[in-house]
């Protein structure tokens, strides 16, 4: 049974106008996580008395949640100063450079004079790196022991610290006179090992993963669960480490960049913030934007449609297919995107492949073109046949012209779609950006263009003559 | 420094015709994960002799990761037998089981038989459960130890039986008499605890998190990722631990879910293999299935077409903004759906909230449809007064059309697409199925009823007396 407290937020409000014992007694049985999920639905005001009123340990375990990251700096303002700034100092490095990320210039320096010299250290220090970078998502509170040590007392080190340190499952060896990294030994392998040798002795000696402050979080998250880890160390040049990336931070991070690949595959701004909370004027803002732009790259067809005005008017049957074989372009488009999207995020092709890709999906959308061609030349002929409607005598240089006009979109979507992604990534975009409607405006434009092209070479002795 | 092993399959096969200790020291260099990459690019054939000729311990490692799961099957019917079964039984509980899986009917009961009494039964219970579901990723390999020990011989405990375990820093603690789930106790709070307590004692004492084996993966990942939590026990109805699914096994689904949700977005059928070694048979199949399916409900555009025959031959330039219009409802509905999707998976939204977000996207598209609007109608009287082109003398009424066509459009193409995912999942199919090219066929056949209704409101005294 997972608890899942849907009542919290009411339930957290009602006692606070109780006895402060009750609040604190009954939010024991709560989880950090589920709190903060409460608080969100609160005003910044009630949040901060909900947080002031729960017992010091826990209210650091909420205000620590990754998940409260957005409302944390309106509620801290509202938060009394010695309270505020001991709360500050009790969170975990990483989460509390993003709150300095997220607080407006007025609050910091009042903020950050109240923590002590050390704390304050840090923070400005993490606070350089870029938000999405390793150096951004990394925290400080890691156990490095030096190679000299032996395991029992690695042991004993740990015991004395861990309760501070985000995590104690792996532990950084370092070279005693320079400080470098050599190993990384894992709490399980000190565990089974004999408690007499060094501790460099424990660890499987391989040279240890590492990554720079500068690399990017995606490829932070891509090492981690590649190889099953649960902690990344960020170093150095000199291979001093200087902060952990642990799994837990991988999996939020893992979790943001779909909601954002998926916003942005859907032809949008990334919201950055929850759905149902963000206000009204900066989701128009959000979507407006992508709108307006493949609006006004859509009005290409109108520019396209104008050229063909004299075979529109000739044969007025040839403009009752143009949305099913445009269509149909952007839908092939559309598979090809999200395959190559995907396929480069797990990087099982490279943007140097993007030739071979291209050689597989062009028999792929003759292929696919061929199937809907047939179905459609078909469909025109059955309903010419059983009467529903009269395409007049051409009809079969007509069912034709959409068959042929299928298997040249068809095969071009999956064609255009399949590139794009490449192209964006090799112009430094994301490959997700707005991909699949952007290729549906590509598709659609140059879908008109094949289509008429097709009925002119079909038809131009008969219905267009 | 990522170590990224491009080319360790041609030094792998290399190394292979050497000499065998060759090969043995220098895989020990590379990482299991690695190994395991390269054998997915050679034959089952090569794979398995790749694999024989590794150190045993590293052969485990490397079989055992989750990214060769396709290949598993194919690749242990090729190694020899006593070094097969080896093989198998050195695997971890929850890996095994997928192997089984994946192996055809001819093979499981020759590998069955070569395992120990043990292993087998464990293997069985454990085939019993979907592959999707918490039973069917659980492994069985977690320590456990009753509440009455204390913190010291726990500690004692973990260092004997840790190497065989899938994870040592959960440890669950148990009712001494009906072995059911009491508490869970991190291996960091046994470190900082004092040795003379019971293990009970070192713990949080709160319920602990705890799934059935029913219980869906997706549902699984939510969990852990919500909570941060290194393992989550799976347990039975008396609350006894059958097995525990682990942080790296959530990432593993989370990529895999990620996966097939942009697949299925894409408008395709999940591929459930890598899209560069996918035959070209089954990746038609999987593409052909819903891309035929859209071009049959697509094909309600030509039916809808053909009843706006007359107005289309009085006015050719009426077409001329068909595929305009008709996208801009496509892309508004895609936004509308993504985000939807998005909300639904992470939670943030319920399917009883439908109407509250009906009540939300209503207004949105409203406003993005008048936005569009206007720009469609400047856009044709701009290019009216440039001489850009004749829209005739009834010019501003066919702008007015095609402006107020969009408003009705868009705003349709929200609401429509924030609804489609609330409906899928009413009906117990996956809200992400295809969403995006379905809501565009959707919004395609009323958006060109809508275009078709205002025209007649706006032009039937003029252009289409």
Redesign the interface.
Known sequence: ???SLKNSAPELLYLLHGEPEDLALAA??F?A?DIAEALLTLSPDLAAKVLGALPFDLAVQVFDEP?LAHHRAKIIRLVKDPAASQLIEAMSADQRADLFRELPELDRPRLLKALDEETRATLKSLLRYAPDSAGGIMTTEFVSVPADWNVERV?RH???V??AKE???AIYITDPASGALQHVVS??EL??ADRTIPVSQASDR??P???GVSTDRE?VAR??????I?ALPVVDADRRVLGIVT??D???T??RE??E???K????EA?DE???SIP?HR??KK??G???A???S??L??TA??RF?GE??RA??L??????V???G???G??A???????LA?R??RVA?WWRIAL?EL??GI??GT??GV??FV?IELWQMLGL?DYGPHHTLLAATVGFALVGI?AFGSLAGSMLPFLLKRLGFDPASAS??FV??LV?VTG?VIYFSVAFLILRDTLLR
Request: aromatic share 8%.
């Open positions: 049974m997972t608890t024991r049985t989880r996580a998940e042991l740990i015991s004395a861990g309760q995590t104690v499952y709490l399980r565990m089974v391989r040279t993963l590492t990554v490829e090492v981690i669960s590649k190889y099953d649960l799994v837990d991988v999996i939020d893992l979790v779909v909601t690949d998926v916003q595959f859907g032809g949008m919201l929850p759905y149902p009204f989701m128009i979507r407006a992508w709108l307006c493949l609006f006004l859509e009005m067809t109108a449609m104008q005005e529109i008017s007025v049957v403009a009752m297919f143009i949305p099913l445009m269509s149909s952007g839908n092939s559309s598979q995107t999200s395959l190559i999207i995907r396929s797990l099982e092709i492949d597989r028999p792929t292929t696919l199937i809907l179905i459609g469909r409607f068809v699949a409607p549906a405006t659609d008109l």
